[in-house]
């Protein structure tokens, strides 16, 4: 019985390579600046074959709307370092904020390499880095934080809904407890990395007295919003809930000098 | 040792350090209970003193912020150290040794984020990473261990340079081992630009300038040419390494962030796909005839 039931998995992963891409935030203003950083990991893990990656970049505005599409071929062990700045004037946009969603393909010789390992679980993940700048020196990364959980890439779009996990939306609070003094803010940006609408409450509160600020946000899928405090005092962040379980928010610590931190929260 | 945040200074580029915890109990089936704080400290590898430092305990939802610098001021410690925060549950506290399963300690180990933060002495500029540290280096936990390391994270120019901090963790305080690591810089077109080899110990912390490494090769103006971007490779076959990214600017603007080990991009990544992945990468880029 388990063998007829297994028959459709097996057949399932004889033919796709399920593809996880993941989904960062860009900042773009005449003031931050951002930075896309991603190697080909392929080469890594199959070290005797020369294989080439293909880079499939799509941005999203602040509010959701696709920016457009834009991609680039990696060499064997290579790497791509490109200004979101540079993909934006090629799409001739000038959106500040947004998201970029990067699905890396491998080539067809991996793809059957994974086959031939005959695993259930063979799926490819590719997590990147966001680099974020300023001209004042600042200097940030963040490495991929929640995959794009509004698709699976490399299987026909019906088979991606019928696998896709139901979203697990979950209240979440910082470990992190940040000490601002006086000048400084904090600032976080949620992302909606899920299929549906998210509506949430974000708060930021202090470990002594209790919550200093809360605010209400409905944000679109693949879509951000942004929610900062000025309290000289120790704060963290709150939000409830999250749009999937890893959705950590980004936070963007800035001085009185102007300058910024930015890590996931 | 239940849970842990294991983390280095960085006092020889003028940073101090902070450490953000927060008690995030009851959750993950774990019931509420306080957490009772012990710090260690290793200066090049050993210990700074016999008994751990106390610093007191956190109670169910309780957050702390511990500064490390001056710990270490106070302890008349000059140089850099690697540390380790022992977070012990307090019904596991009279026991000098507990029986627990792997799975009930990757449970603890990701119940929260520890927070390590950097502050720029000169300019006040703060930066840090989260991250969960697990048992590591610890042969009842693994009988092998190698790590595949690679970090697109390269940015040299006039004002940057990107360094890697590297330290070896041992959730078994009573071994000693050296790591051999083999760190290599590629650049965007995947070619090998400049490598080194050394080697690290048990709770010993290493930081290397990727500036440093190309200008000792010749490679660095041709580097800086070709635009400044690579790729760090680090690469060990018979231990465990925390390897941090950090990009500094001039300023004293730092971004640091950590790696993401293989089971990020391939999660069923292991055996001998891994040990042989391992062989063939030091293989193509650190043969012996040609090491610098």
Redesign the interface.
């Known amino acids: 019985m388990s063998r007829i039931l297994n028959f459709p998995k097996r057949f399932f992963f004889s033919r796709y390579v399920p593809r996880f891409a993941y989904t960062h935030i860009f900042l773009n203003s005449a003031k931050r600046h951002s930075m896309l ?5 392929f ?6 074959e020369s294989l080439e990656a293909r880079a499939e970049i799509s941005l999203n505005d602040a509010n959701g709307k696709m920016i457009g599409k834009w991609q680039k071929t990696i ?7 490109i200004s979101i700045q540079e993909i934006l004037s090629e799409l001739r946009s000038t959106a500040e904020l947004g998201t970029i969603t990067l699905d890396l393909v491998p080539p067809k010789k991996y793809e059957k390499y994974l086959h031939s ?1 005959n ?1 259930s ?9 966001m ?3 300023d001209d ?9 934080i929640e995959a794009d959980r509004t698709r699976i890439y490399g299987v026909p779009r019906i088979i991606s809904r019928f696998i896709s996990k139901k979203d697990s939306r979950v209240t979440w ?1 910082s ?5 601002l003094d006086v000048g400084e803010s904090a600032t976080a940006y949620i992302v909606n990395h899920s299929r549906q609408k998210l509506c949430c409450t974000a708060s930021w509160n202090s ?1 002594t007295s209790g919550e200093i600020k809360a605010a209400n946000f409905i944000i679109s899928r693949k879509g951000i919003v942004e929610f900062s405090v000025e309290y000289p005092g ?1 704060v ?1 962040l709150s939000v409830d809930p999250v749009s999937t379980s890893n959705a950590k928010p980004y936070v963007l ?1 800035q ?1 009185a ?1 102007q ?1 910024f ?1 930015l ?2 929260g | 040792m239940i849970k842990t945040c294991w983390f280095a200074t960085l006092r020889d580029i003028g940073y101090s350090t902070e450490l953000s915890i927060t008690n995030p109990l009851p959750c993950q089936g774990i019931p509420a209970q306080s957490l009772k704080l012990q710090l260690r400290l290793f200066e090049d590898a050993s210990p700074v003193a016999e008994n751990p430092i106390p610093l007191g305990t956190l109670a169910p939802g309780a957050r702390i912020n511990i500064d490390i610098e001056q710990i270490l001021n106070n302890h008349s410690i000059k140089g850099d150290v690697v540390g380790v925060l022992n977070e012990i549950p307090s019904n596991m506290c009279s026991e000098a040794l507990t029986q627990i399963s792997l799975s009930e300690i990757r449970n603890w180990t990701s119940i929260s984020d520890e927070f390590v933060g950097y502050r720029h002495q000169a300019s006040g500029i703060k930066s840090g990473v989260h991250y969960q540290s697990g048992p590591m280096n610890d042969v009842r936990i693994a009988s092998s261990n190698s790590i595949i390391m690679q970090s697109p994270k390269i940015v040299i120019s006039d004002r940057l340079d990107t360094c890697l901090l590297v330290f070896a963790p041992s959730s078994d305080l009573t071994i000693e081992k050296r790591i051999p690591i083999h760190i290599a810089v590629l650049d965007q077109r995947g070619n090998l630009v400049a490598r080194t080899t050394t080697e690290i110990g048990l709770r010993e912390r290493r930081l290397f300038s990727i500036k440093e490494i190309l200008a000792r090769a010749n490679k660095l103006d041709p580097f800086l040419q070709q635009g400044g971007f690579g790729t760090m490779v680090g690469l060990a076959e018979n231990g465990n390494i925390v390897p941090l990214s950090i990009t500094i600017d001039s300023s004293g603007g730092m971004a640091i962030d950590h790696t993401l080990p293989p089971p990020y991009y391939v999660p069923w990544w292991g055996g001998e796909a891994r040990k042989v992945a391992t062989h063939d990468l030091i293989q193509r880029f650190f043969s012996i005839d040609e090491h610098q």
Not at chain 1, 37 to 41: A, E, I, R, S
Not at chain 1, 43 to 48: C, G, K, V
Request: net charge positive; no cysteine.
């Open positions: 950083h991603v190697q080909n990991p080469s890594f893990f199959w070290p005797s060499p064997p062990f290579g790497m791509l370092a390992l695993r679980d063979a799926r490819i993940a590719s997590p990147f880095w680099r974020f700048f004042l020196g600042s200097q940030a990364y963040v490495h991929s609070s470990d992190r407890t940040i000490r470990p120790e963290f610590v001085l000098s300058q931190a890590t996931h």
